[in-house]
Every structure is written in structure tokens, then in C-alpha cells.
């Protein structure tokens, strides 16, 4: 296949295929190989003529199995995968083209999504039904076993080369299952394999993994490791926590945040200049949002966290993004206030954030004192080589006023700089088109910060973990 | 504004065909389809006489109509239900009364409509969905005046009332009724948790529900065309009356192993059992739909209930006999044992066909007969379609056969 990040679509195949075996004995040697027979007798359902990929909110239905045939007469195997959307029927009834407007960006690949099926007509023989009744005392066991193959590819790539290629990513899935199941396995407790996608730097691409359910990742550090060590990625920064999976582009994201909006903005074009952004995924937190009316007070919180939610979805935590009240309570418990903190609608500024970092994510910052805002216009290199290093959102604090810096736009030579703000004081709702339009996340330069105010930066440190 | 019952020709002269000894009711069934629109009655059967009973007249002092076996009458209901392809059930029941019972009938045929429903679905696989009709027809026939009274009950609501509906004759009603057909291939497996025989009923019970449910939410594709929304099952047809002609349509049924009540689970169910079931082959199955404007998911619908039917019908005769046979005590026993299987014959007249089950003993003769006490017809043997699902054994010896003609070329190359 080719390079994700040129690819077009993401053919995304998810279905459910119900595991069964019976065991004489759980503990005995014979049980492994009894699974292991199970586990081939799905492959060789996959592989059967019996298989069907239904392309979801489409007519269309395709045999893999059997030479390419489809429902739909002009989809053969020599047509481009891309002809398979004129079939499909998209949700909002318009096209998935990007935004009209001026500084917006397009939006990543188109993901088709199929579902698994099997056909239970035309089948090969005739015989009337037989009863067959067994009588031994066994474990009879079951289990869904939730297949998800996903294929990144380019528009001419063909759609037989498709289908044959999810064909193999689901045999190839129930061996990574049937290698998990049989590790995790104890006596008749069977964990259910899970598939995870992650999306690898090149040449790697997308890729999947399969985890043993409830098992955290904090148990999975070795199966990691493996993985970095055959995909060749760093040790210092998790790509392989369940966090970190994929975020296909056409899922809504459950709690309603929004993600990164600032990659709808197209940074500002200085000659000579280099960007410098964070890297991954955070959620825009601001005023009023849970219904908590912080207006006037509560902007560092705010900010405070988004830091929060980019530890989250970077994997290096699992706790969830802190209230007001657990950041209050978290400062309490450090020393750094008194109870009567709690409650209350007192601004906190970057020590504050550093130390709640620290109490609750187990975080350390970098501060970085600026004794005049005209001085922040010097620290171009200082935050380059954070966003290049780190990739964290930095809190600004200072003068009356908190905010998210998310990246920067700095020419080494000329010392030209250029700020990307995410601005915590916006009230309204979460509107992509009013906050990227009306500037609450935007590239400002130096004549944004109180000339004469001082300020404290907060530099959120990464763990060196996997 | 009542239904209306467009009923076959056919029908009608059956109906005053009808024989009843002086001073005593006839009782008997409707059958054919009902539709939002309208319903269509295609065939009607007398209550075959119970053999048990030597009289034909009531005890002194009880009404004939109190005499009336709604035990038997409810059977021959599940028997003839059990014969009738998909998309035809029984729709109602008629009685013919002597002029004198004639007020009373009412309350007999309410009393029988209701019991009638309820012993049918008793033990059924799918539920009836919001659109399903459940009005059920009673026609009461006067034995000397032949005057007919229709009327409706609903049968989700034990308090209703009669509702007045229309009863018309028409000739070849089901004519150009097209038939949908498939086999299915079934390979199910069910635990068997405790050892008495009730266990294991219950057990297949819940395996044939589960499986019944995948085969409800499937995907299903008639004459090559998505059977999922409002539209029709055959468009851009011109509406021939004098074509009798009966499309064949092929019905494509495609399942997911998605099981909702397994959801969202992080470990396996494990189950100790003292054994498992497993039902494996391949069923022949039939629906038809009337011709008025059918929308695709209906026969769809009628299709799928017809492949549960027959898995669910055979499965609960082969019970009911190895409970006889074998005995409540015994519970389960090791061993592959074949299943009745499917047989088709054409109904009386209005040209659908029924169906009956032929266990491995059996020959055609003995399906003719049932269908003779069944529904009251008459059927040559050779007009018994045997074909559609091979016998097990014949399978089994062809295998046998095929196997020691490899193995004697083997031996003399």
C-alpha cells in the first residue's frame, strides 16, 4: 500500500464474529489446541466464498471472495475505489468537500466505512438439517470478537486490491487475537482481543493493534516496547496507549469539545520564518462551558485544562480533566492554599498551574519569568525549541489575563515572531466558524501582550514514558 | 370503516359445500394474508372430526356451541400454521350455525378467535411488529339461509369488540402472487446447561431465539435489490390481470454474529454444560406476497419468518416425538439424528403451495394423508414435492459410495 499521509480514503471494515469452543478441561494441554482450531475455523470463514463487505449508507455489496462481484453492476474489480462514493448517501446530504471559507483547511481522508456480514443462502449443499447431541460435560465459551481492519489508500488504487488487502488484515487480526486470547488466558477466563488503530509516523502508517480488555496500559508496558522497538519509534513519547489510537476523521468526538481548532487557521506568512506548533490532540476549554460560570475568574482554569486534555489524549494519563473544584482541592492538598480556597472564584496564575500539573497527572513544568510583555517578542528560540522538543500547550499568565500559547511562527534570522492563542475568555457555544473567525484561536503578534505587564509561562514537561 | 377480505372463489364454494349434521356447528379455519391495505383469504378447512369422539351430536341439554373443542380447534390451527409458507397464516375462523344458535355464535367465535391466536404463537420465534395486522376475521355462515356475518377482533386487545369488515369474492386472488425462495444454510450450536429433558428444551429455545433474532435483523436482498425501505418489491411493472404467470424471486439473506445482549463485554460467557446441540443443514424456504403494490421490507419480513419457521417447526416435532419415544426422564443422549424435512405440495386450487415435514420413516403416502386430514384435500403422491431438501441418508450413502470408489481406484492404481 502507499504512504498514509498522501492517501486519500480509509477503508474502514468493522464486524463481529462470535468465538465459540467447547473444553473438556480448561486446564488441560488439550485446551490450547482446541482454540486454536476455533480461531482457524473463523479464518477459513473469512476466507470462505460466504463473506460479504457491505459499504455502509450504500446499496452496494461485494463478495471478495469470489472474484470481485458486487451488487451494483458498474463497481468490477478494475474500478478505482474511489468510484464507490457516488453509491454512498452521506449523512448532512451534501459532499465532503472542505470548508468555503478563506484560511480554512482541507480535512483529511475520506473514511468508507463497510460492515462484515456473511451470507447464509446459496449455500454449497442440500442436506435437510440433523440434530447432533453430545453429551459430555464441557466449558462451552463464547465470545464476540470485535473485528476493525482499516486500510489507508489513494483514489486510483482498485477496489478488488482493496477488498482482497481487508481480507488479509482480518486473518491477519484473528491471529493477533488468537495469540492474545491464548497469552491472557487462564484456565476458562478468556479477556476479549481488541483492536486498536494507531496512526505511526512513516513508512509504518496505520497501523493496528490488538489488547487484551481490561487489562491498563500501565500492564502493556512490555507489549509496547516491542512494538517501538519493531516500528522503530522513540522510547521517550507513548504512541501505542490506548489514548493514542486513531481518531478517524468523519467520528464525532463523544463529550463535545472541540479538537484542535487551530488546525482550520493557516499560519501567517513571514519570510523566512519557521513553524512551531504542539504536536497531537487537545479539547478548547473556555469560559461557561459544564455549566460552570467562570467569567471574569477562570481563565487559567481554563487553560489549565486544555493542558489537561492534551496529557489525556496523549496517553500519558487516564485521569480526567479536572473541575474547578478538583483544582482547587489539588492546590489545598499540596500546602498552596488554605481549605477555604475551595469554593471560591480566585484566579490562580502559572505556579498554581505547575503545581496542579504536578499534584494530579504527575506532571513537571518548566516557568519562564518575562519581566515585560515587550520582551516576549525575544523569546522566539526558547519557545521553538519547547514546541519542537515538548509539543505541549504553554499557559501565559500575566497582567489581568490567562491564556494557551499553541505555537509559534519565529524567523531565527529576522527575529520576526508570531503567536498562536487560544483564548480561554470566549463564552459562547462551540462554534468552530465564530472562534477561528473572530480570533479566540489565532496567530497574534508581539502588540497582543500588555506591553509593560509582566508574565509567567508555564512549560508543561513531557514524561520520558511509552 | 372495517376491512375488507377479498377472498377467493374457491373459497366460496368450499364454504357452501359444507356438510353439517342437523341441530350441530361446523367449525374451521381461514387462512392467506393480510396486508395494511386489505387482506386476502386464499384457502378455508373444516376442524377434521376427532377420532376419539364416536357422536356427532351434543349431549342432551348442552348448546352445540359450548360442545365445540376449542382444544382440538386451536391444534388443527398450529398443525395447518405449520404448513403454510411465509407470508400465509390463519386469519380467522368460520362457524356454521343452525338459525337457532345463530345470536350466540358471536361469543363462540370471539371465545375461539382469541384462543386460536394465542396457542398459535405460543412457542414462536419472532414478534409481531407494529405494522403487522392483527385483526383476525370470524365469518359466521347460517346452515340453512347460507347468510354470511364478517366481522373483526382484535387480537391484541382482549376487550375488543366485533368490528363490522366486508367479505367479496374474486376469482384467481393469488394468482400472480410472487414467490420468494431461498435455502438456508443453519449451523447452529447450543449449550445444554442441567440434564433433564426440560433443560434441554429450554435451552434449544434460547439457541433457536438468538439465531432467530440474527436471521430478523439481517440483510437481505430480494431479486438483487436492497429489501430495506418503503419501496416497491417489483417497480416499473405493468399490471398484466390476465397473466398468471408467478415470478420467481430469489431472496439473498446475509447475518452478522452482532449479538446485543453480549455487547460490550470484556471477558467470554462461559457456560458449564452437560452437553451441547447442534442443528446443521440446509432448509428450503417459501414466502409468498400478494401482488398489491408489496413494499420490498414486507417480503423481506415474510421471507425471514418463514426461515425461522421452518427451524423452529422441525426442531419442536423432532422434540415432541423424542419425548414420546424416548421419554421425559432420558434428557439427553449422544448421537445425529436427522430432522423431519421439508416437502411441498400445491394447495387446493388457488395455486400457492403448502408445506409438511416427512420424518425419515415416512414416505409420501403418509404426507398425503396428513394433508387429507389437514386441509381437507385430496393430493396425488406424485404432486409431493420431495426434491427441495435432500434426504440425510442419501447424503450420507453417497459419501459412503464415493468414499470406497476412491479408495478401490487407489488400490488397483
Known sequence: MVYSEECDFIFRLKGILEFACQLDNPNGVQSQSTISKSFQDLRSKVTSKNIVFTVCNSPVLIWPNTGFQSSVESLTEASACGDILQWIESDDGGSKKSSKKKDKKKSGPTVVNMKLLFEVTEPAGNTAPSLIRVSTQQHCVKMPLPLDCALSVTTDERLETVCTGLVEALNKQLADMEEVVLQYRKGSSFLVPQPFHFQLPEPAGLITVVYPAGVPDSQLQAVREDLHRKFELPCDRPYLRRANAFHFPDAAYKDGYLRNPHIHLNPPNIEDAKLYLVQGVYSYHHYMQDHVDDNGWGCAYRSLQTICSWFQQQGYVETAVPTHTQIQQALVDVGDKEPRFVGSRQWIGSIEVQAVLNQLLGVTSKIMFVSQGSELATKGRELANHFQTEGTPVMIGGGVLAHTILGVVWSENTGQIRFLILDPHYTGGEDLQTITDKGWCGWKGPEFWDQNAYYNLCLPQRPKTI | ?413
Not at chain 2, 236 to 261: C, H, Y
Open chain 2, 1 to 413: 370503516m372495517g376491512r375488507s377480505y377479498f377472498v377467493d372463489e374457491a373459497v366460496g364454494e368450499y364454504l357452501s359445500g359444507l356438510q353439517a349434521a342437523p341441530g350441530s356447528c361446523v367449525t374451521g379455519l381461514l387462512a392467506g394474508q393480510s396486508s395494511p391495505q386489505r387482506d386476502f383469504v386464499v384457502l378455508a378447512v373444516q376442524t377434521p372430526h376427532r377420532e376419539s369422539e364416536g357422536q356427532l351430536k351434543a349431549p342432551k341439554g348442552v348448546s352445540p356451541l359450548d360442545d365445540i373443542d376449542v382444544e382440538w380447534v386451536t391444534e388443527h390451527a398450529k398443525q395447518v400454521s405449520r404448513m403454510l409458507p411465509g407470508g400465509l397464516c390463519v386469519l380467522g375462523l368460520f362457524l356454521v350455525t343452525p338459525p337457532e344458535l345463530s345470536k350466540d355464535a358471536q361469543n363462540g367465535l370471539k371465545r375461539l378467535i382469541f384462543a386460536v391466536e394465542k396457542y398459535i404463537i405460543k412457542g414462536r420465534l419472532w414478534e409481531l411488529s407494529e405494522e403487522d395486522v392483527t385483526d383476525r376475521v370470524t365469518l359466521h355462515i347460517c346452515s340453512k339461509t347460507k347468510k354470511l356475518l364478517c366481522k373483526t377482533f382484535d387480537v391484541k386487545d382482549p376487550k375488543s369488540s366485533a368490528k363490522p369488515a366486508d367479505w367479496k369474492y374474486q376469482t384467481g386472488i393469488s394468482s400472480s402472487w410472487p414467490m420468494l425462495t431461498c435455502s438456508v444454510e443453519v449451523d447452529l450450536q447450543i449449550p445444554v446447561t442441567g440434564s433433564s429433558s426440560d433443560n434441554t428444551d429450554k435451552c434449544m429455545k434460547d439457541g433457536l431465539r438468538r439465531w432467530a433474532k440474527q436471521i430478523e435483523a439481517a440483510y437481505c436482498l430480494i431479486n438483487g435489490r436492497q429489501a430495506l425501505d418503503d419501496s416497491e418489491l417489483i417497480s416499473g411493472q405493468k399490471k398484466n390481470p390476465k397473466t398468471t404467470n408467478r415470478q420467481t424471486l430469489p431472496a439473498r439473506i446475509f447475518v452478522s454474529d452482532e449479538q446485543s445482549e453480549l455487547g460490550e463485554r470484556s471477558s467470554a460467557l462461559v457456560q458449564v454444560c452437560s452437553g451441547s446441540m447442534r442443528v446443521r443443514g440446509v432448509v428450503h424456504c417459501r414466502a409468498y406476497i400478494h401482488n398489491n403494490k408489496p413494499k420490498a421490507r414486507h417480503a423481506a419480513q415474510a421471507i425471514k419468518r418463514d426461515i425461522i419457521n421452518t427451524v423452529c417447526s422441525r426442531v419442536e416435532m423432532f422434540l415432541e416425538d423424542l419425548c414420546i419415544n424416548e421419554g421425559s426422564q432420558k434428557g439427553l443422549c449422544s448421537g445425529q439424528q436427522a430432522l423431519p424435512r421439508r416437502v411441498f405440495a400445491p394447495m387446493p386450487i388457488s395455486g400457492l403451495s403448502v408445506c409438511d415435514y416427512m420424518f425419515p420413516d415416512e414416505s409420501t403416502a403418509d404426507v398425503a394423508e396428513r394433508l387429507k386430514e389437514m386441509l381437507d384435500c385430496e393430493t396425488p403422491e406424485e404432486d409431493i414435492d420431495t426434491s427441495l431438501e435432500n434426504n440425510q441418508c442419501v447424503a450420507l450413502a453417497a459419501a459412503i459410495a464415493l468414499l470406497a470408489t476412491a479408495t478401490s481406484l487407489l488400490y488397483f492404481s
